[in-house]
């Protein structure tokens, strides 16, 4: 494994700075920010998404969980939530969940199958 370059490392180190600068700007008290995590939560439900309070046992799922950019994808037992990888199973606490079947079957009926998705899969599916 090679080493960053140290330009590639200051780049990025300014680009997270920026970025947390702009986010103070945008949100600058604990109000604005909470408004905005109920205006993003009620859009993804207008998207589809539905409380991970009501999602069923047993079931392929994409879930949302918070501080996380990407959708996962996994399940629900009697014990929790837990999302899988190819190689893993980890527990996982999400906000939002998707029935990942209905999911797949409007995302293919809307576009064509995209590559290099950020989600993962359940192992043995």
Do not use: N
């Not at 899988?84 to 199973?89: A, E, H, V, Y």
């Amino acid at each position: 494994m090679t080493e960053p370059s140290r330009a590639l490392v200051e780049a990025l180190w300014d680009a997270a700075k920026a970025s947390r600068a702009k986010r103070a700007e945008d949100m600058p008290d604990e109000e604005t920010c909470l408004r905005r995590l109920f205006d993003a939560v009620e859009r993804m439900k207008e998207l589809g998404w539905r409380d991970a309070v009501y999602a069923p046992k047993s079931a392929p799922l994409l879930l949302i969980e918070p501080g996380c950019t990407a959708v996962l994808r996994g399940y629900r037992d009697s014990v929790g939530f837990w999302v899988t990888t190819d190689d893993d199973t980890y527990p996982s606490h999400p906000i939002l969940f998707m029935d990942r079947a209905a999911a797949e079957l409007a995302s293919e009926s809307a576009s064509p199958p995209t590559s290099g998705s950020s989600t993962t899969t359940k192992q043995g599916e």
